[in-house]
């Protein structure tokens, strides 16, 4: 079975422009995180989603914003890049929410000039 | 709120020897999980081991283990035997068991640098 799969790997954007990154979960996996993780810092949460329904939301902006599809793939949606939106984007997938192993994609990386 | 401290920014060992990284966490809860996550140059974040904090037996996964303190807050990871292939950015995670709302986050440390000498 295929991994967590994460488009695009690379991303360069221009302040103040919208940006969207997309996930693809583990076939069956009906849960998706989305973290971000800025250069030489540990991960912070920004979203989860399951069956389609946010499930919790990190400290981040109104600018960030994602949606699950029917078929559990997931976009993230930040809008009014920052330069400190520069950063890894990770995404997670597991059957449901909770301590069960996560799978983890290879991450976009987002640079913002 | 909870948070995770790695205090060890980098480390480094030699092939076969062993090597010990630490975590220390803050929180109220006592229904958590603990997390050691991997991430190689590859970026891909790879679960190494994780540990239930109503467990008192330290987890154990091959050459990977954890030395669980819960009354200290303390969670670190023991590699043996030391390969080339574990040189990695190693991050300690923390996860509520039980969350308003059912949302299930890893709050997460800033990683220790390992690099495995020949």
């Known amino acids: 079975d295929a991994g967590v799969t994460q488009s695009p790997t690379h991303l360069i954007k221009t302040r103040g422009q919208h940006v969207t990154l997309r996930c693809s979960p583990i076939?069956?996996?009906?849960?998706v995180s989305w973290y971000q993780q800025v250069l030489g810092q540990g991960p912070q949460f920004i979203f989860q989603?399951?069956?389609?329904?946010?499930?919790g939301r990190g400290n981040f902006p109104d600018r960030f914003s994602a949606r699950q599809f029917p078929n559990y793939s997931s976009e993230l949606n930040v809008n009014a890049l920052l330069l400190g939106d520069s950063a890894l984007y990770l995404c997670a997938s597991s059957l449901e929410p909770g301590p069960k192993k996560q799978y983890f994609g290879p991450g976009t990386r987002l640079t913002v000039t | 709120a909870q948070t995770v401290t790695q205090s060890q920014p980098e480390m480094s060992v030699q092939e076969a020897e062993t090597v010990t990284l630490s975590c220390t966490y803050d929180?109220?809860?006592?229904?958590?999980?603990l997390f050691w996550y991997k991430q190689p140059p590859s970026r891909q974040m790879i679960l190494v081991i994780r540990?239930?904090?109503?467990k008192q037996q330290n987890a154990t996964e091959n050459r990977f283990s954890v030395n669980f303190q819960k009354a200290a807050k303390s969670f670190s990871l023991k590699i043996s035997d030391s390969q080339l292939g574990d040189t990695a950015m190693y991050f300690c995670?923390?996860?509520?068991?039980?969350?308003?709302?059912?949302?299930?986050?890893?709050?997460w440390g800033l990683g220790t640098s390992l690099g495995v000498n020949p």
């Open positions: 540990q239930e904090a109503y």
């Open positions: 995670a923390f996860m509520k068991l039980f969350n308003a709302g059912n949302n299930r986050k890893l709050i």
């Open positions: 929180t109220s809860e006592n229904n958590y999980y």
């Open positions: 989603y399951y069956e389609k329904e946010e499930r």
């Open positions: 076939s069956g996996h009906k849960s």
